[in-house]
């Protein structure tokens, strides 16, 4: 039974001294995800494709040092490489003991073509020239494939969190999309099958890996800033998406807004202490799922 003081909000949302580590963590969701953890007294490993973002993320954003926090980059990292994602084992490995936990952010967009023709013919036409295989080849092998082996190079290390900290302590937190849930192909049907592909990934990993007392839930997020909405990044690695850009879509935003990087902090700390939650996609959407057919 907990005594009230035990449910204060920086009690039950406290990752102190907690490790984590976060792939894409220097910019976008990704970056929210460290703040979110480094401000709450994490250890927060972020790595990356380009070591310079990372340096950049940690020089930006690093908490007070009177917070506990901290973001340290670490590789850099390719994640569809198995060698890249060995070598990042055994450098976190001679740092740390074990980790708490994993989010699987790092993603592609891939190629897009919007199917709006009526016209079979056309419709063929457009999809063949557009889209090629190598470009689903790719976007698979990043959202989904990477997902799945940065998953279980980590196996270890999570479940020694857990031996530290209690049983289902450790976790995954994979980043998906609600694009992966809806049947709306938004034009770049190669990243939201991908995304439906991660959606399942995460169910059938947090039902395996409950066995080594690991949890494995996912965020799908609707539109936030980020380089894959944005195309770019500030110097403080920040991206911008104005209202406007968000309501131009095929279908209505009820929120009107893009997602705050306040609101993907909630989500992420929810889920990653929340010890009685495993398997559970939570879209953090602006109420777009509420509006567009899902599966």
């Known amino acids: 039974m907990a005594s009230t003081s035990e449910l204060r909000v920086e009690h039950l949302f406290s990752v102190k001294d907690y490790v984590c580590l976060i792939t894409g963590g220097g910019t976008g969701i ?19 494709r380009r070591k310079e973002v990372l340096e950049k993320a940690a020089a930006e954003h690093s ?54 023709q009526e016209n079979a013919q056309e419709l063929k036409d457009k999809l063949w020239e557009q889209e090629d295989q190598d470009g689903w080849n790719s976007v698979f092998n990043t959202n989904v494939t990477a997902v799945y ?45 991908a995304k439906g592909a991660t959606v399942h990934l995460a169910k059938l990993m947090s039902a395996e890996f ?20 944005t195309k770019e990044s500030d110097e403080s690695n920040k991206s911008h998406l104005p209202p406007e850009k968000v309501l131009d879509k095929s279908h209505p935003v009820p929120a009107e807004r893009a997602g705050h990087d306040e609101e993907m902090a909630i989500a992420l700390l929810s889920l990653a202490k929340n010890r009685y939650v495993n398997g559970e996609i939570l879209a953090v959407d602006g109420g777009v799922l509420n509006q567009v057919a899902g599966r």
């Open 30 to 48: 990704g970056l929210m995800c460290t703040q979110a953890l480094a401000a709450n007294g994490a250890k927060v490993y972020i790595t990356g």
């Open 63 to 116: 908490p007070p040092h009177s917070s506990g926090g901290q973001i340290i980059p670490i590789g850099p990292c390719d994640v569809t490489s198995k060698t890249d994602l060995s070598n990042l084992v055994s450098e976190l490995s001679n740092k740390e003991s074990h980790l708490d936990l994993l989010v699987t952010n790092a993603g592609i967009s891939g190629p897009k073509a919007p199917p709006n």
């Open 149 to 193: 082996f940065s998953t279980i190079a980590f196996l270890p290390l999570l479940q020694a969190g857990t031996e530290k900290r209690g049983h289902l302590n450790a976790s995954v937190i994979v980043i998906s999309s609600m694009s992966g849930i809806m049947r709306d192909s938004q034009g770049h049907f190669a990243y939201n099958a």
């Open 210 to 229: 409950e066995k080594a007392h690991i949890r494995v839930n996912s965020i799908a997020p609707g539109y936030f800033p980020s380089e894959m909405t």
